[in-house]
C-alpha cells in the first residue's frame, strides 16, 4: 500500500507537507549539494522586504538549552534583486516556492507583493506579520494594522496569502481568526517566541538586540497548543511550525490540526533533518495503517 | 573543490594534549581529500543543539585533526565523547586564497613562488588553523604567536620541524616577550610580507591597523557565532567593503584590507 503524503493546501498541491521554514533556507542553493531539495514538499524563502536590509549587528546568535535565540533582523538582499536570481533558482528545483514578505506598513507589503505577482515561479505568499527582532512593535499585535496589510495584499496578490503570526498574544485562536476574517488563505502557527538571554560572565546580553526570537525543539509544546487552539476555531488551513526536530514531531502538529509544517532550526544543525522528518511521517503513517496524511488533520480532539 | 559532506565518521583518538587543548581525530577518507588550509567543519555534539565550528588541524591522508579548547558545555562534552562515530558537516568555508605556486601539489603547483614571504600570526587556538597552512606551504616563513601563557603555547615543536622560525609572546611573560604579540609586530614586519592572521578579534584589529600602515597585505580568519556553517542562517555576517558577508560562506577568510571593523 503505497501512503499518500501529498496535501491541498489554500488550494496548492503539495507532494508531501514538509516545507522550511522562512529565515533558515538562505535563498534556497546554499545546501542543494547535500540534499535533494526536490524531495521537499515546498520551500519557504528567506523573508523578502521592498527595500534591502543589512540586519542586526553582532552577535545575532545565541544557543539556549534545546533551541537558539536569533537576532538576524530580516538582512536580505530586497525584492528586486531577489526577483532576479534566487527566485528564478528556485523556481528550477521543481517544488513550490512559498515567498516571505515583511514590512514596516502595509504599502511596503503591498508594493512588494505587487513585485513578486509579476513573476512567475511563485505559489504561495507569506506575510511575515509577527518578527521578533525589528525596532517597531510586532505587526500582529496592532490588529487593525494586520487586517488592513491582509486585505491590502490580497487585492494584488495573484496567488494564496499566508499570515505568520507571533505565538506572543493572550488568544492565538482570536487572532488567527481576526486574520482569516481580514481575507488570509492560509495561517503560519508560529514565528520565533521573543526571549533573551544573559551572558554571566560579563553581565552582558547575549545579542546585540537584547532580545531575539527563540527556536529549536525547546518551543515545540507551546506552538502545537498554539495550532490546536487556532485549528478549533477557524477554517483555513495552518502551518505548523516551532521546534519540529522528527517525524513525529511533525505528526504531532499534524495530529493538532496543521495541514503542513515548516522545518526551520532542525535544517540549521543538520540540513538531512528535513529529508529524514519526510520519511519519518511516511513510516509513522504506514505502522498506523493510514492511506492519507489528510486523514489526521485535527483529529485529536478534547474528549 | 569545495565539496562539502555531511556524514559520520570513525572517531580514530580524542587526546588531551596539555591541559584543557584536544586533538580529535577521525577517519574521514570522503572529505581529507577536499579539505583547503582555513576551512572548518561543524561537529555534531550530543546534548548540546547546535553543531560547533571547529578549524581543521592536520590532513593526513584520510584522516583529519582538530585542535580545540574546553571553553564551555559543548565543547567540554566534546572532549568526553564515548561514541567510537562523530557527524560532521564540512570542509566549509573559503580558506586560505594562496598565492599560485605557493602551496604543495595536493594545492596547486609544484614550482616555489619567487619573493613570497608568509608571515603567520597565531592568537590562542587560532594556531590550529594556521598549523594546517604552513603544513601546507612550500615556502618557511616567521610565526608570530601570542598565547596567556607558556602553558598555552601548542605545536611549537611542529612548526619547528618544518623549518619555520617562530616568535612567542605570552601575556605573563612566563615565555619570549611579555604582552601581545601584536606589539612585537610593527618593527618586524616588512612591506612584502604575505600576512596569515588567526585569533581573537582585538588581536585581528590591532593587525589590521598595522597592516594598513605599514602597507602589507595578507588575510585573516575570522570568527563569529554560527548556526548553520553553510550560510543560510545569516546569524554570522560580518561587514567586508561596507558589505554583509556570511563569515562561514563568503569567509572565514578574508583579505585584511576588506575588513570593516
Given amino acids: 500500500m503505497k501512503t499518500d503524503l501529498s496535501i491541498n493546501f489554500a488550494g496548492i498541491k503539495f507532494k508531501n507537507p514538509v516545507f522550511t521554514a522562512s529565515g533558515t533556507f538562505g535563498y534556497g542553493y546554499e545546501i542543494a549539494d547535500l540534499i535533494p531539495l526536490k524531495k521537499l514538499g515546498g520551500i519557504v524563502t528567506k523573508t523578502i522586504t521592498l527595500q534591502p536590509r543589512s540586519g542586526n549587528p553582532q552577535p545575532r546568535i545565541a544557543e539556549v538549552e534545546g533551541g537558539l535565540l536569533n537576532t538576524i533582523g530580516l538582512q536580505n538582499i530586497g525584492v528586486k534583486a531577489f526577483v532576479e536570481e534566487p527566485l528564478e533558482k528556485l523556481s528550477k528545483i521543481g517544488v513550490p516556492v512559498i515567498v516571505s514578505v515583511a514590512g514596516a506598513v502595509a504599502e511596503e507589503y503591498t508594493e512588494t507583493v505587487q513585485i513578486l505577482s509579476m513573476q512567475k515561479g511563485i505559489s504561495v505568499v507569506e506575510l511575515n506579520l509577527s518578527c521578533p527582532n525589528l525596532k517597531k512593535k510586532i505587526i500582529c499585535h496592532d490588529l487593525s494594522l494586520m487586517q488592513n496589510i491582509i486585505k491590502s495584499v490580497k487585492k ?61 525543539a525547546c518551543v515545540k509544546p ?76 485535527g483529529i485529536v480532539k478534547n474528549t | 573543490m569545495n565539496k562539502k559532506f555531511d556524514k559520520s565518521y570513525r572517531i580514530i583518538s580524542n587526546k588531551e594534549i596539555c591541559t584543557d587543548y584536544f586533538e580529535l581525530k577521525v577517519k574521514a577518507p570522503a572529505a581529507a581529500g577536499y579539505c583547503y588550509p582555513g576551512q572548518f567543519f ?12 571547529v578549524s581543521i588541524y592536520d590532513v593526513k591522508k584520510d584522516t583529519v585533526s582538530f585542535l580545540y579548547k574546553i571553553t564551555g558545555k559543548g565543547t567540554k562534552i566534546l572532549s568526553e565523547i564515548k561514541s567510537e562515530t562523530i557527524q560532521l558537516l564540512g570542509p566549509l568555508g573559503n580558506g586560505y586564497d594562496l598565492p599560485p605556486n605557493t602551496a604543495s601539489s595536493s594545492l596547486k603547483s609544484e614550482k616555489k613562488s619567487p619573493g613570497f614571504s608568509p608571515v603567520i600570526i597565531a592568537g590562542g587556538t587560532g594556531i590550529a588553523s594556521v598549523h594546517f597552512l604552513a603544513a601546507k606551504l612550500k615556502t618557511r616563513g616567521t610565526l608570530y604567536y601570542g598565547a596567556r601563557s607558556k602553558k598555552d603555547l601548542l605545536c611549537l615543536n611542529k612548526f619547528r620541524k618544518i623549518g619555520w ?49 605599514k602597507n602589507i597585505r595578507g588575510f585573516a580568519s575570522l570568527e563569529e557565532i ?30 585584511i584590507e576588506d575588513i570593516d571593523f
Avoid: W
Fill in chain 2, 226 to 255: 554560527m548556526a548553520c556553517g553553510v550560510g543560510n542562517c545569516q546569524g554570522c555576517a560580518v561587514k567586508i567593503k561596507g558589505q554583509n558577508k556570511m563569515t562561514c560562506k563568503d569567509g572565514s577568510i578574508f583579505k
Fill in chain 1, 222 to 297: 507551546m506552538s502545537i497548543r498554539c495550532v490546536y487552539d487556532a485549528y478549533q476555531r477557524i477554517k483555513i488551513p495552518i502551518i505548523g511550525c516551532g521546534g519540529i526536530m522528527t517525524g513525529g514531531d511533525a505528526v504531532e502538529f499534524i495530529l493538532a490540526g496543521a495541514a503542513a509544517v515548516s522545518v526551520g532550526s532542525a535544517s540549521l544543525v543538520s540540513p538531512e533533518n528535513l529529508i529524514k522528518i519526510i520519511d519519518e511521517i511516511e513510516s509513522i503513517l504506514k505502522y498506523k495503517n493510514i492511506k492519507s496524511i489528510k486523514e489526521i488533520i
Fill in chain 2, 42 to 53: 561543524m561537529i555534531s555534539i550530543p546534548g548540546v543543539f547546535l553543531r560547533r565550528p
Fill in chain 1, 156 to 216: 494584488v496578490s495573484r496567488v494564496p496569502v499566508i499570515a505568520k503570526l507571533s505565538p506572543l498574544v493572550t488568544d492565538i485562536s482570536e487572532l488567527a481568526l481576526t486574520a482569516q476574517n481580514a481575507g488570509a488563505d492560509g495561517i503560519t502557527l508560529t514565528n520565533t517566541y521573543p526571549a533573551m538571554a544573559i551572558d554571566v560572565k560579563n553581565f552582558k546580553p547575549r545579542l546585540s538586540t537584547v532580545k531575539g526570537g527563540m527556536s529549536g
Fill in chain 2, 165 to 213: 622560525k617562530i616568535i612567542v609572546s605570552t601575556e605573563d611573560g612566563s615565555k619570549g616577550h611579555k604582552g601581545y604579540i601584536t606589539n612585537i609586530l610593527p618593527e618586524n614586519l616588512k612591506s612584502g610580507d604575505t600576512l596569515f592572521a588567526c585569533g581573537p578579534m582585538p588581536m585581528l584589529k590591532k593587525i589590521l591597523q598595522i597592516a594598513k600602515e
